[in-house]
Antibody, heavy 120, light 108 residues
Framework: EVQLVESGGGLVKPGGSLRLSCAAS????????MNWVRQAPGKGLEWVSS????????FYADSMKGRFTISRDNAKNSLYLQMNSLRAEDTAVYFC?????????????WGKGTTVTVSS | EIVLTQSPGTLSLSPGERATLSCRAS???????LAWYQQTPGQAPRLLIY???SRATGIPDRFSGSGSGTDFTLTISRLEPEDFAVYYC?????????FGQGTKVEIK
């Protein structure tokens, strides 16, 4: 079964850091681009970051540049998001999502998400 | 950045009725790289349509996508109880990838 499972969410104070993980199974992880997408409470979907299958190409939404770092370990079938300098507006459910890659970037498999709450 | 505007914000319909959802882009979407997702409360989004009109694996044929350039439509031919949800469009033709704000299809 194709599956993505996020972990690492939690409560963190403003200015703090958190590292999210996404464990992939049931498919050849190293051949797909991967993404992080978030959803603030009661709001819509917001693309956060993406990484190509070989980590050569990495992109961020403008509001995350310089604060968030996406990475992957193909040997461990895992995707990561290091989040620093967190703000209240980063409070959201963070989903990891698979995409075919090579510029084809619809998200065909999603995890259930992990919740990040930034509050003092 | 391409802004996607979905309309209407909420669609109130009865089971068995036809739903027509619109997604309008502020600029032409390259190669019609437009996807539609369905999200029910507390769940992850599910891919319905990619490339504006191709159904994803396992998606019933009552869901169809159409359109090109800046105007796209998702049609649900006959609403089933499980179709009442929020629907999002997303363009992947240009960076940054962007989502519409969503259309909620609710039971009338």
């Amino acid at each position: 079964e194709v599956q993505l499972v996020e972990s690492g969410g939690g409560l963190v104070k403003p200015g703090g850091s958190l590292r999210l993980s996404c464990a992939a199974s049931g498919f050849t992880f190293s051949t797909y681009s991967m993404n992080w997408v978030r959803q603030a409470p009661g709001k819509g979907l917001e693309w956060v970051s993406s990484v190509s299958s070989d980590s050569r190409y990495i992109f961020y939404a403008d509001s995350m540049k310089g604060r968030f770092t996406i990475s992957r370990d193909n040997a461990k079938n895992s995707l990561y998001l290091q989040m620093n300098s967190l703000r209240a507006e980063d409070t959201a459910v963070y989903f990891c999502a698979r995409a075919p890659g090579s510029g084809i970037d619809y998200k065909d498999v999603w995890g259930k998400g992990t919740t990040v709450t930034v509050s003092s | 950045e391409i802004v996607l505007t979905q309309s209407p914000g909420t669609l109130s319909l009865s089971p068995g009725e036809r739903a027509t959802l619109s997604c309008r882009a502020s600029q032409s979407v390259n190669n019609n790289f437009l996807a539609w997702y369905q999200q029910t409360p507390g769940q992850a989004p599910r891919l319905l349509i990619y490339g504006a009109s191709s159904r994803a694996t396992g998606i019933p044929d009552r869901f169809s996508g159409s359109g090109s350039g800046t105007d796209f439509t998702l049609t649900i031919s006959r609403l089933e109880p499980e179709d009442f949800a929020v629907y999002y469009c997303q363009q992947y033709g240009r960076s940054p990838r962007t989502f519409g704000q969503g259309t909620k299809v609710e039971i009338k």
